[in-house]
C-alpha cells in the first residue's frame, strides 16, 4: 500500500501528481505561457514561475485525489535530465516536503518515466519491448527489458526531432510552440508536396541537424521566387515535414524491431502526441504485426504522473535517496542509485 506525491519540473510545466496503489488519482499541470513572448522557454524566468505555481500546485493534487499530507508515504521527483534552474525548484521542495513530514525520497529519471509512463493505463505493453522516445530535447530507441532495465539501443547523434519541428516552425513564422502548429497545418496538406533530404546514419541512431538546414535553404530558394510561397503553401509545406520527419524516426524503428525480433512496439515523449507519427504507427501495426502502445495526450507531454508511477514501481523496490540528492541537468541514462 502507498501513496505517492510527484512533482515534475524539469522545464517549463510545474505539475504534481497523486499515485495512490499504482493508480493515478490526481495530474495537476500548470502550464508557462509567458515563453510564448519570447518564442521559446527562458531557463530564468521558468524556474521563477516554478515557484510561482508549485505550492498551488500541490494544493490542487491533494484536493483531486481527496487525500491530506498525513497519507503520504513517499516524495518522488524529477531529478533530471532538465533545466537546472527548473529542476532546482522540485527537488529542493521535494526535499524540504520530506524532511518536514519524515518521508522517503525517490528520484526519478526524466527520460525513465516518459516510458513507464505506459503503465499508467490498460493496455501496458508485455517486456521487453521496444520505445521510441521522441521529446524536444531526446530521440532515442530504447529496449526495455524491465521497469528499469533499460538500454539505449539508438539515438539522435546532434539535434532531436522534436527541436527539427520547432525550428522548422520557427523558419515558418508560426508562434512557439511551433510542433503542434505544424501537425495542425499538415492535417489540411499534402504529405508528398515537397522533399526534403533523409539523412544517412549507420545504425539505429539518428541525425536531424542537416535536415533543418535543407528545410531553411529550401524556404530560402523558393521565397526568392516567390516572397508568399510560405502563406500559399504552408499546409502542404507543413505536411511534407511531418511526413518526412516521421518516416526517418519510423525506418529505424522498423529496422530496431527486426533487429532484435520484437513486436512489442511502443514511443513516448512530447512528440508522441503528434497525431502523423501515431497514425503511421498505427498502420505499422497493421502492416507488421506490431501490438502498437501510445499513451494518452496528457501523458505524452511532461507531467508528473509519469513520475508518479515510475516512483511507485520504485517504492515498490525500496529505492530512496538521502537529502544529499542533487538535480542533474544532464545525466546518465543507467538508473539514479
Not at 513517499?74 to 518536514?100: C, E, M, N, Y
Not at 525520497?105 to 521487453?128: G, Q
Request: proline content about 5%.
Amino acid at each position: 500500500m502507498s501513496v505517492i506525491l510527484a512533482i515534475e519540473s524539469s522545464c517549463d510545466e510545474t505539475s504534481v501528481a497523486i499515485c495512490n496503489n499504482g493508480k493515478i488519482t490526481a495530474n495537476v499541470i500548470a502550464n508557462q505561457t509567458i515563453h510564448q513572448n519570447y518564442g521559446g522557454v527562458i531557463p530564468e524566468l521558468a524556474s521563477r514561475v516554478h515557484q510561482q505555481n508549485i505550492i498551488p500546485v500541490i494544493h490542487q493534487a491533494l484536493a483531486d485525489a481527496k487525500v491530506s499530507k498525513k497519507d503520504i508515504n513517499a516524495i518522488a521527483f524529477t531529478r533530471g535530465p532538465g533545466l537546472l534552474g527548473s529542476l532546482l525548484v522540485g527537488v529542493s521542495f521535494a526535499k524540504s516536503f520530506a524532511l518536514a513530514l519524515n518521508l522517503p525520497l525517490i528520484a526519478v529519471n526524466h527520460m525513465h518515466a516518459h516510458i513507464l509512463a505506459h503503465y499508467i493505463d490498460e493496455p501496458k505493453p508485455e517486456f521487453p519491448f521496444l520505445c521510441l522516445t521522441v521529446s524536444g530535447g531526446h530521440t532515442q530507441i530504447v529496449l526495455v527489458k524491465d521497469y528499469f532495465d533499460m538500454e539505449i539501443i539508438g539515438e539522435s547523434l546532434d539535434d532531436a526531432a522534436g527541436e527539427a519541428f520547432d525550428k522548422t516552425a520557427k523558419i515558418l513564422g508560426l508562434p512557439y510552440p511551433g510542433g503542434p502548429l505544424i501537425d495542425k497545418h499538415a492535417a489540411k496538406g499534402n504529405p508528398l508536396a515537397y522533399k526534403f533530404a533523409v539523412p544517412q546514419i549507420k545504425d539505429l541512431n539518428y541525425s536531424f541537424s542537416g535536415f533543418k538546414t535543407s528545410i531553411l535553404y529550401f524556404i530560402r530558394a523558393q521565397e526568392k521566387q516567390n516572397p508568399d510561397f510560405i502563406v500559399e503553401n504552408l499546409d502542404d509545406i507543413c505536411a511534407s515535414v511531418q511526413h518526412s520527419i516521421v518516416q526517418i524516426l519510423l525506418n529505424k524503428l522498423k529496422k530496431a524491431a527486426k533487429q532484435y525480433g520484437i513486436k512489442e512496439i511502443a514511443i513516448a515523449g512530447g512528440v508522441s502526441a503528434n497525431s502523423g507519427l501515431r497514425n503511421a504507427l498505427g498502420q505499422l501495426a497493421t502492416d507488421l504485426g506490431w501490438n502498437v502502445y501510445i499513451p494518452a495526450f496528457e501523458y505524452c507531454t511532461d507531467n508528473a504522473a509519469m513520475i508518479a508511477i515510475a516512483g511507485h514501481h520504485k517504492f515498490m523496490r525500496q529505492e530512496f535517496v538521502g537529502q544529499d540528492v542533487a538535480p542533474a541537468s544532464r545525466m546518465e541514462f543507467n538508473p539514479v542509485k
